[in-house]
């Protein structure tokens, strides 16, 4: 059989069939493609892809929504034969030269030489996506979104079982949870719904006054819904004191009868008795929380004042018109340093979704539904996990998550919530997709986010106060080097993990200060109590705490 014949049967796409040698491949006139090609008119784009988005905080959901399913009926991606070269349309000399070192590095036999064109691949890579994310948010073909989601440059690259795999992950975002692919996130960047994730502030003029009133309105617009979660709270409250209210005067006013008198009401028994006291108590309780309402509203009132005032000046200025035109870009290349964290030194950082390094397992992989499910599992253990106190009132806010196409283990908390707005702002959480472990992925980001919330929580005290600064003890006592934050990584794993279940695998003085600052739920403490003694002693420690009033 010859190469020709064999690279047809392969399904190789003509473009990457030249690529890796096969001589009979058809000619370059055919397939669109030369040995110097001109990127700039090959295709036009086809129509935008419509996305969904999750955007509002919404603090009164509970938990995460039950997965039902982690895929849907395939859709023909890799069917059209021109792919690669629709990938690489309109990209002038970024495509090329990512198209001459491809040819180059497939080619190349040398260890050494295989090895530095690697490198020039892995960066040609990124600086391609980083001119395809100039337009993000616009129109968008299909090829180039999968690019930028999956890191597919080729359907070549994939066997046919992972291209089935991958044409069945579910496209749209139909959780309403703020769960991202890198696409999803950039047309977020690009039309101003969130802050790009760079450090270094654009210092120019016309920006300044423009961006500085964005700012305080999204400072105003944080403390105004935060106090608005407040009064619905609050308002819960008072309407179960009235619900306690209307059932013990039920009880009040129903007699029993004296039959031996003809009937007449019978005086209070012991139970009514009681009922008036809790009356009495009900109706003190109610005193106080209508003051509370009362104060709330008054302070959403002056807030929506300041909105409406800071709106007036913000009128004509919107979140697109401030953000530099090259924000998707600098933010893709942001999304590059997540990648990098996510996969550290040692890891595998070629960024091309190749069959080499992905099983064709969609169980596996990092999709929006898999890390859902992955986090409402770490959520379970840690039911402290997202919520956030802000004026002594606890909601539950989940943070950005960002679908990074990389081959990391471990996932990170690039910060753990908008300097702007600290009260129900996200944080923002990248989690890389083809690692080998993605419940251990998943569970370190959670552990980073933990640890920097605190941290941030507890600004220059971190080494003394809170979660962070009670590790942070046990460290130097223990005479430790390192960085303290990987080892909490670390421990906050086998923690969820192993200790969960009863596994006995972390320092005696770190269980004790997980077991009071990251607690299990109630009917996971009740299993464990009965498993061994340690755990039933940190059961009762927690029972005497609770009865002197300190916990």
């Known amino acids: 059989m010859d190469k020709a014949k064999e690279a047809a049967q392969e399904g190789l796409d003509p473009d990457v069939a030249e690529l890796l040698g096969i001589e009979e491949a058809p000619p370059p006139a055919a397939s669109g493609m030369d040995t110097d090609p001109d990127f700039q008119t090959l295709f036009k784009d086809d129509k935008p892809v419509v996305q969904t988005a999750a955007d509002a905080v919404d603090t009164t959901r509970t938990r995460f929504p039950t997965i039902v399913s982690i895929q849907e009926d395939p859709k023909p991606y890799f069917q059209d034969k021109e792919y690669y070269k629709k990938v690489l349309a309109n990209e002038g000399d970024q495509a090329t030269r990512v198209h001459e070192l491809l040819g180059k590095y497939v080619k190349a036999e040398d260890p050494e030489e295989k090895s530095r064109l690697r490198a020039q691949l892995i ?36 066997t046919p079982e992972l291209q089935d795999m991958v044409s069945r992950i579910i496209y749209e975002n139909t959780t309403g949870e703020p769960v991202w692919y890198a696409d999803e996130w950039l047309e977020r960047i690009t039309r101003g719904q969130v802050r790009p994730s760079t450090v270094d502030e654009v210092k120019a003029k016309g920006k300044d006054s423009g961006q500085r009133i964005l700012d305080a309105v999204e400072k105003k617009k944080g403390q105004r819904d935060a106090e608005l979660t407040m009064l619905k709270v609050k308002v819960g409250q008072l309407e179960e004191r009235e619900a306690q209210l209307k059932a013990q005067v039920d009880l009040i006013t129903r007699h029993e009868r004296n039959d031996e008198y003809g009937g007449l009401k019978a005086p209070f028994t012991s139970a009514q008795k009681a009922a008036l006291s809790q009356v009495m108590e009900i109706l003190r309780q109610l005193a106080q929380m209508d003051a509370q309402i009362a104060a709330s509203f008054a302070a959403l009132a002056a807030a929506d004042k300041d909105l409406g005032s800071l709106k007036e000046k913000s009128e004509g200025i919107s979140a697109g018109s401030v953000v530099d035109q090259r924000a998707a870009a600098g933010e893709w290349m942001s999304l590059r340093q997540m990648a990098k964290m996510c996969v550290g030194r040692q890891g595998n950082h070629f960024p091309i979704f190749h069959s080499q390094f992905v099983r064709p397992q969609i169980k596996e992989i990092g999709t929006r539904e898999n890390v ?15 919520m956030r106190t802000y004026k002594t009132q606890t909601t539950r806010i989940v ?30 959480v990248a989690i890389p997709m083809y690692s080998k472990n993605l419940p251990v992925a998943v569970i370190t980001a959670m552990a980073d986010l933990r640890w920097q919330v605190a941290k941030e929580k507890a600004q220059y005290y971190w080494m003394e106060e809170g979660i962070t600064g009670k590790y942070y003890q046990w460290f130097t006592e223990r005479k430790l080097r390192g960085d303290v934050r990987e080892y909490f990584i670390r421990d906050y794993a086998l923690w969820i993990t192993k200790e969960s279940q009863g596994m006995q695998k972390l320092d005696k003085d770190v269980r004790g200060i997980f077991w009071r600052m990251m607690p299990f739920p109630q009917h996971i403490k009740d299993s464990l109590r009965n498993r061994s003694f340690i755990y039933n002693e940190l059961y009762k420690k927690d029972q005497n705490i609770a009865k002197s009033d300190g916990y």
């Open 123 to 158: 960066s040609a890579f990124w600086d391609l996506g980083e001119r395809m994310s100039l337009r993000a948010g616009r129109e968008l073909i299909m090829p180039k979104r999968l690019f930028l989601r999956f890191g597919i440059l080729s359907p070549s690259f994939l």
């Open 372 to 386: 859902i499910r992955e986090m409402a599992g770490v959520e379970a253990m840690d039911p402290g996990l997202f």
């Open 399 to 428: 943070p950005n998550i960002i679908l990074l196409a990389c081959y990391g283990d471990s996932g990170i908390c690039w910060e753990p919530f908008e300097k702007f707005n600290r009260a129900t702002s996200r944080g923002r």
